[in-house]
T-cell receptor, first 116, second 113 residues
Framework: AQTVTQSQPEMSVQEAETVTLSCTYD???????LFWYKQPPSRQMILVIR??????QNATENRFSVNFQKAAKSFSLKISDSQLGDTAMYFC?????????????FGTGTLLAVQP | NAGVTQTPKFQVLKTGQSMTLQCAQD?????MYWYRQDPGMGLRLIYY???????DKGEVPNGYNVSRLNKREFSLRLESAAPSQTSVYFC????????????FGPGTRLTVL
């Protein structure tokens, strides 16, 4: 069974500081992708960053970067220079690919509050 | 491009009533999905459609039916709504290649009294 675990229900950070959100996962597949999605109060799901499991290099998108530890099955998200607009629920998600379609398995989410 | 659209945005039903949630995408994607989001449980897959003409059950299909009307549209039907189906429902679509990002609609907040 594939599972995604986010052990931090809520986190808080001061504006301009750095915060790291944790995610661990379990899969028996070799080919998979990992994602972080952001859900602001508007409810819209927005892709933040993705990581291909076969790539050793950690993905980076502007202020967002990941620490992908494949052996430990860990996939944390680091947000640098936090901004008020980063306040949102963040979901970690796992996708095994190669079948008829590629289904996402989501974690339970971390609610991040950026304080002014 | 509107992306993925969902109607309605909000709905209140009484127990036993039926309704259909509509979803459409204009990105020419093959695959479409329905999720429900409940507090503390993340998003869970209800049904998906790998391509036009096919549908399959996800993690929580009980109490729901789906129709892939054409490549653009994928509807979710509640035949006899129950309070346990109170949730936020998201439709998503994607291409069928690797690393394919799923694009989400704005969601429908459904309350069953």
């Amino acid at each position: 069974a594939q599972t995604v675990t986010q052990s931090q229900p809520e986190m808080s950070v001061q504006e301009a500081e750095t915060v790291t959100l944790s995610c661990t996962y379990d899969t028996s597949e070799n080919n998979y992708y990992l994602f972080w999605y952001k859900q602001p109060p508007s409810r819209q799901m927005i892709l933040v960053i993705r990581q291909e499991a076969y790539k050793q290099q950690n993905a980076t998108e502007n202020r967002f970067s990941v620490n992908f530890q494949k052996a430990a099955k860990s996939f944390s998200l680091k947000i640098s220079d936090s901004q008020l607009g980063d306040t949102a629920m963040y979901f970690c998600a796992l996708m095994n690919y190669g079948g008829a379609t590629n289904k996402l398995i989501f974690g339970t989410g971390t609610l991040l509050a950026v304080q002014p | 491009n509107a992306g993925v659209t969902q109607t309605p945005k909000f709905q209140v039903l009484k127990t036993g009533q039926s309704m259909t949630l509509q979803c459409a995408q204009d990105m020419n994607h093959n695959s479409m999905y329905w999720y429900r989001q409940d507090p503390g449980m993340g998003l869970r897959l209800i049904y998906y459609s790998a391509s036009e003409g096919t549908t399959d059950k996800g993690e929580v299909p009980n109490g729901y039916n789906v129709s892939r009307l054409n490549k653009r549209e994928f509807s979710l039907r509640l035949e006899s709504a129950a309070p346990s189906q109170t949730s936020v429902y998201f439709c998503a679509s994607s291409e069928r290649r690797e690393a394919n990002e799923q694009f989400f609609g704005p969601g429908t907040r459904l309350t069953v009294l």
